[in-house]
């Protein structure tokens, strides 16, 4: 969805943090000098052929998390060019987040870290898909309820009476990545209820029964609730991002909803002006 001329979105572009692992096997020198030396000379300058190498054989599944890569003296004698070259490569991915350095250690191909939609709402299993990874849900409930007096934050929004309420955990490759908290209009999905949100999911069903038009986001870091670490497998000290989302149709407001994830698992990334 795109709002004027501003687009702000977080998506599953290739970001990652820290798992080193001493069983994984190390990128193959000889493999990463097949992959320099076949861009080609033209394709511009040597620093940005090795981050494309290294980039693509992440991006292909060729190398994944963990492995270590060459190191710079063994890249300056495969490759003949300078350690600076080879340095502003490494540094530049690490930068980016494709590369982990550890001191007195190595450099390590890191861990991808999950971005989540801002304004332009996408399916979370699409993303999870799009990254080559599996997606699945765990429902935890989908019921009916009745707005309290102590939930003045959903009648403020024009939630009344009877709401539908969801608890979902979406997981990426079987690690918990999101605890997606939501309440729903029964007038704008009259069949939220009946869905199987073990084979859809609750963006999907909505997208398609009530088109948004609208969405707001309210951001923020937060500590997890002691259910919600443990949902999401993470510490009580580790920090999480927190998206309040509310999300409209032509005929109202369809949803409000709680998406939690670790801070050591995602990010949000915008990016403005026409497209």
Not at 12 to 28: F, G, I, L, M
Not at 63 to 80: C, H, I, K, T
Request: hydrophobic share 35%.
């Amino acid at each position: 969805m795109q709002c004027g001329s501003q687009k702000f979105y977080t998506s599953y572009n290739p970001v990652y943090t820290t798992r080193c692992q001493a069983d994984e096997e190390p990128v193959d020198t000889q493999e990463l000098t097949r992959s320099y030396l076949a861009q080609g000379t033209h394709s511009g300058p040597a620093y940005r052929r090795i981050m494309e190498a290294i980039v693509t054989g992440v991006e292909s599944g060729t190398w994944s998390a963990g492995e270590q890569v060459p190191s710079e003296n063994e890249l300056v004698e495969a490759l003949d060019l300078s350690r600076m070259t080879i340095n502003r490569a490494y540094r530049e991915l690490t930068t980016e987040g494709v590369l982990k350095r550890v001191r007195g250690v190595g450099t390590f191909i890191a861990d991808f870290k999950m971005p989540s939609s801002l304004v332009e709402i996408r399916n979370i299993a699409d993303e999870i898909h799009e990254r080559g990874h599996s997606h699945r849900t765990d429902v935890l409930f989908a019921r009916e309820e009745t707005v309290e007096e102590d939930a003045p934050w959903l009648s403020a929004e024009g939630i009344t009476g009877t709401v539908f309420h969801s608890l979902v955990v979406h997981y990426d490759n079987d690690a918990p990545l999101q605890i997606e908290d939501r309440f729903v209009a029964p007038s704008e999905a009259p069949d939220y209820l009946d869905q199987d949100f073990t084979t859809t999911t609750p963006n999907d069903y909505l997208t398609r029964v009530a088109p948004l038009v609208r969405g707001k986001h309210i951001v923020e870091a937060v500590l997890g609730t002691n259910e919600e670490c443990r949902l999401l497998e993470i510490d009580a000290s580790e920090p999480c991002l927190l998206v309040r989302r509310r999300t409209w149709s032509k005929d109202g407001l369809v949803s409000l909803a709680r998406l939690v994830q670790p801070g050591s698992r995602g990010r949000l990334e915008g990016e403005f002006g026409q497209s």
